[in-house]
């Protein structure tokens, strides 16, 4: 089973969703400088931002025969981090709790991701040049 996949495919459909706030905006022909309207935009901006990158990270450690488990752990954080986020940012839910809270769990599972691939990227050229 691939783990990945499937948090890439929740991650997008909410991408989807904060994309189509910002087109519709575009197609109202309403000018992007309120600061509602760029609350919008950054929200789906920052998802576009940051997520990639979990999600590469992510598909590294699974190539790289990491922990069912800890890969679910990071994906369920990655969704709720960026729903929190998106919510707070586009739709207006909570909004300081949700911007920081939403952050700083983003953050966390890129660090997280992160060393793991450090680890796993030096586990690698060792075991290559044994």
Same mark, same amino acid.
């Given at each position: 089973?691939?783990?990945?996949?499937?948090?890439?495919?929740?991650?997008?459909?909410?991408? @989807?969703?904060?994309?189509?706030?910002?087109? !519709?905006?575009?197609?109202?022909?309403?000018?992007? !400088?309120?600061?509602?309207?760029?609350?919008?935009?950054? &929200?789906?901006?920052?998802?576009?931002e940051y997520v990639p990158l979990a999600?590469?990270?992510?598909?590294?450690?699974?190539?790289?025969?990491?922990?069912?488990?800890?890969?679910?752990?990071?994906?369920?954080?990655?969704? @709720?981090?960026?729903?929190?986020?998106?919510? &707070?940012?586009?739709? !207006?839910?909570?909004?300081?709790?949700?911007?920081?809270a939403g952050a700083a769990i983003t953050?966390?599972?890129?660090?997280?991701? &992160?060393?793991?691939?450090?680890?796993?990227?030096?586990?690698?050229? @060792? @075991?290559?040049?044994?």
């Amino acid at each position: 089973m691939f783990v990945t996949p499937l948090y890439a495919g929740l991650l997008t459909l909410w991408f @989807v969703l904060l994309s189509v706030r910002v087109v !519709g905006l575009r197609q109202r022909g309403i000018i992007f !400088g309120d600061v509602g309207v760029i609350r919008i935009v950054r &929200a789906q901006a920052n998802f576009a931002e940051y997520v990639p990158l979990a999600l590469l990270m992510m598909g590294y450690l699974e190539v790289g025969r990491h922990s069912i488990y800890l890969l679910h752990a990071l994906g369920v954080a990655l969704v @709720v981090a960026r729903l929190m986020h998106g919510l &707070a940012l586009s739709f !207006g839910w909570h909004t300081r709790f949700g911007r920081v809270a939403g952050a700083a769990i983003t953050f966390f599972v890129l660090l997280i991701e &992160a060393a793991l691939c450090l680890y796993q990227g030096v586990r690698g050229q @060792v @075991v290559w040049m044994q």
